[in-house]
């Protein structure tokens, strides 16, 4: 795990490799590398430089007890999810979460079910407090 001082935010591809391991539980560089290239061209070299560079940042581990590495994330998931939805909303909103809600409800098609979920959502935060 990433200690609370030495906090990495991970770049578009680690994130990208990152949702494969998340999705996966663990994976070969190879293995990444083919699901990479689903979406996109992208050379194995590549793929194993970045992991490389993702272990040394503390956002993979790997199990190196075979021939072929085995990675994992070494970072949660929803963790990853909440401090960059927290940064994004503090670098581009100035910190207001409801500036980027209803940027996108204003900016979107919201459907009638997305928008029932919303007040249930709402609601739910509501009786929390």
């Excluded at 001082?5 to 770049?11: A, D, G, H, S």
């Excluded at 996109?40 to 040394?56: A, F, N, S």
């Excluded at 007890?65 to 963790?79: D, L």
């Amino acid at each position: 795990m990433i200690s609370k001082r030495k906090k990495f935010e991970p770049t578009e591809s680690e994130l990208e490799i990152l949702q494969i391991l998340w999705g996966e539980n663990a994976a070969s560089v190879r293995k990444v590398n083919d699901l990479l290239n689903e979406k996109r061209e992208v050379g194995y070299t590549t793929t194993l430089k970045i992991m490389q560079i993702m272990t040394e940042k503390g956002l993979v581990t790997r199990d190196t007890k075979s021939r072929t590495h085995i990675y994992y994330a070494a970072v949660k998931e929803k963790e990853t999810q909440s401090s960059l939805l927290r940064n994004f909303i503090d670098k581009t909103y100035r910190g207001s979460a409801m500036k980027l809600v209803m940027h996108a409800l204003g900016n979107e098609d919201t459907s009638p079910e997305e928008l029932e979920q919303l007040k249930k959502l709402v609601d739910k935060l509501s009786t929390k407090q």
